[in-house]
């Protein structure tokens, strides 16, 4: 009997196989929609995105300088808080 054949699959051997077989084979449908689901609660609850930002801008806008996080988080406060003044009530 070959030893390599009665050899029993370890823990970790097919895990790929059981992550296909839960998103469907879709190549990461799931976790794509996960991250999604995160970042756009991030958003609601006003966490800003600072490492998605920067890849985006390397991505996309290379010729652009990167801001520090601290220019990042500021410029994020000025756009969500700016519009004239709060209300009272």
């Excluded at 999604?36 to 930002?53: H, L, N, S």
């Excluded at 996309?60 to 520090?68: E, G, K």
């Amino acid at each position: 009997m070959n030893r390599d054949a009665a050899k029993a699959p370890s823990a970790t051997e097919g895990a790929g196989e059981a992550t296909a077989a839960v998103d469907g084979g879709s190549g990461g449908a799931l976790s794509r929609l996960w991250q999604r689901a995160v970042r756009i609660a991030r958003q609601i609850i006003g966490i800003p995105d600072y490492g998605t930002y920067v890849a985006h801008l390397r991505a996309y806008h290379p010729d652009r300088p990167i801001p520090t996080y601290a220019e990042f988080f500021n410029e994020r406060l000025e756009a969500r808080y700016k519009g004239g003044g709060g209300r009272c009530c």
